[in-house]
Nanobody, 130 residues
Framework: QPQVVESGGGLVQPGGSLRLSCAAS????????MGWFRQAPGKEREAVSC????????YYADSVRGRFTISRDNAKNTVYLQMNSLEPEDTAVYYC???????????????????????WGQGTQVTVSG
């Protein structure tokens, strides 16, 4: 059964850091692009960062570029999101998702729309306050 499970969320003060982890199981991570999304109360789910299956291409939302870093370790079936200089506006539930590389796409594909993703985690809460 394909599954992704997020961890690492919590409460942090503005300017602090957190590292989110996403553990994948039941599928071959090498065949998937991976993404981190977030959803704040009353807002739509948005793409925060994505990494291609080859790790050769990444995407960052303008609001997090320069502060967040996405990475993947296929040998450990894990994807990470390092979040630095956190701001109250970063408060949201963060979701990890996996997108199977489609026919015609390549190892640099970085999908950014929710419908492009096949597997989703349950989310982890990140709260920036203090």
């Amino acid at each position: 059964q394909p599954q992704v499970v997020e961890s690492g969320g919590g409460l942090v003060q503005p300017g602090g850091s957190l590292r989110l982890s996403c553990a994948a199981s039941g599928f071959t991570l090498n065949d998937f692009a991976m993404g981190w999304f977030r959803q704040a109360p009353g807002k739509e789910r948005e793409a925060v960062s994505c990494i291609s299956s080859s790790a050769g291409s990444t995407y960052y939302a303008d609001s997090v570029r320069g502060r967040f870093t996405i990475s993947r370790d296929n040998a450990k079936n894990t994807v990470y999101l390092q979040m630095n200089s956190l701001e109250p506006e970063d408060t949201a539930v963060y979701y990890c998702a996996a997108a199977r590389v489609r026919l015609g796409a390549d190892g640099l594909w970085t999908p950014r729309a929710t419908y492009q993703y096949d597997y989703w985690g349950q989310g982890t809460q990140v709260t920036v306050s203090g």
